[in-house]
């Protein structure tokens, strides 16, 4: 005895959020009343226009006034509003102080590389669907498009023999300039980031590096044009491994 | 966990909506500044383990409320401050966003919330129901008033509230 589809079982159709014993109801009531799918294509139609015209807003550098006020000591310092990613402020000081401190915001930068990208991480792992801004789909033109954007040739990994499909990429903006994520996911729906920022000219590469940042475990490294930092929640085995198929495909 | 990095994960997200429920850039910031001074001075009361999204959503939404009943102001916004009608073909995303600003903006505000939480920010119906503080059927009914009016209004069949300007 199944309880007879309600409307509400075909909004939440729409919007993936049934169980999957609801689901395969749904779906065969659905195969018997095949005019009832225009409605649902309407429904999703709406929240992909949604999507279209407000996404970008993710992606934008946060304006500075959205930082609270001065006298909100628990809120950010300085220092580490400059290591957020898309904070205007860090972008402002940091572009001037550039040239001066050169060899101090060396060590700095690098030391923003994990907290950005796992800050990164954080905001479009959950997205349910639309978590990229190009798919895996299009990856040459992916490719092309951010590597034009960072000024220089980049490649996505392949993660197949770990068991990762390349889902897509974005593009972000940090204090350093454009960034590129790529994201992964495997059977389990598990994801994976990779940030690639670029890096200062001069700055020396460094060895693979692992932090932990609010349980996302990160590993990155530099090379001589790029920071690189993979991120996510599967253990820091697993990551490790991971992170080293990544490490090798760049020439680590 | 750090509490400050879990909400500033959250920002991006945060001012996505603000700004699809506000309309407006400006209004959707001022929006997300007053929801992270709320949610610093109320951190305490955050339990660890609870879902941060929708407490945050939560609070957007009471401070939302709480402004359109401090202005007295139904949903409602001067003709001239409304979007104009679209003149060039070649702004393809501009057209789209301004043409969904209006449209959300014609629908009753309760039903542009739920639209939004369900449509773009993808929460749960459970999620949602806590967040604004109604039952889950309730939930449902405004989902469905919602995705029927916005139809309407996108595909130009709603009651028009709009003057049309001819080209």
Do not use: C
Request: overall charge neutral; proline content about 5%; aromatic content about 8%.
């Amino acid at each position: 005895m199944t309880t007879p589809i309600a409307e509400d079982d075909l909004h939440a159709y729409a919007d993936g959020q049934l169980d999957a014993a609801r689901l395969t109801q749904v779906e065969s009531w659905l195969a018997a009343h095949p005019e009832r799918r225009a409605r649902l294509e309407e429904w999703r139609a709406q929240s992909a226009a949604l999507h279209r015209a407000y996404d970008r807003v993710l992606g934008e550098p946060l304006p500075a006034r959205l930082l609270p006020p001065a006298n909100a000591p628990r809120w950010f310092d300085l220092r580490r509003l400059a290591a957020v990613a898309w904070v205007t402020l860090g972008l402002v000081l940091g572009f001037a102080l550039r040239d001066q401190t050169l060899s101090r915001d060396d060590k700095a930068a690098v030391a923003s590389l994990p907290r950005q990208a796992a800050i990164a991480h954080a905001v479009f792992v959950p997205e349910v669907r639309h978590p990229v801004e190009v798919g895996a789909e299009q990856e040459a033109h992916l490719v092309a498009w951010l590597s034009k954007r960072l000024g220089a040739p980049l490649k996505a990994p392949q993660l197949d023999s770990a068991g990762y499909k390349l889902v897509g990429g974005r593009l972000l903006t940090s204090e350093s300039g454009e960034v590129a994520q790529f994201m992964y996911e495997n059977a389990e729906k598990k994801r994976l980031t990779l940030y690639v920022r670029r890096e200062a000219p001069k700055a020396a590469a460094t060895a693979f590096r692992y932090a932990s940042e609010n349980g996302v475990d990160v590993f990155y490294w530099t090379d001589s044009r790029f920071g690189y930092a993979l991120s996510g929640s599967t253990g820091r085995e697993d990551m490790l491994n991971l992170g080293s198929l990544v490490y090798k495909q760049f020439g680590g | 966990m750090n509490y400050r990095d879990a909400i500033i994960a959250e920002i991006p997200r945060l001012r996505r909506y603000a700004r699809a429920l506000a309309g407006n850039g400006d209004l959707a910031d001022d929006l997300v500044q007053d929801t992270l001074q709320r949610a610093l001075e109320k951190w305490r009361l955050w339990q660890q383990g609870r879902e941060l999204r929708p407490w945050l959503f939560s609070i957007m939404h009471n401070l939302h409320v709480d402004g359109r009943r401090r202005d007295g102001r139904l949903d409602y916004r001067e003709e001239d401050e409304l979007p104009l009608p679209p003149q060039r073909a070649s702004q393809h995303d501009g057209l789209e966003l301004r043409d969904l600003d209006r449209a959300l903006a014609l629908l009753p505000p309760e039903q542009r919330e739920v639209l939004l939480l369900v449509g773009l920010e993808e929460l749960s119906y459970a999620e949602i129901a806590t967040a604004l503080n109604i039952p889950l059927g309730t939930v449902m009914s405004r989902l469905s008033r919602a995705r029927a009016r916005f139809k309407a209004v996108l595909t130009g069949e709603a009651a028009p509230l709009l003057k049309v300007v001819s080209p």
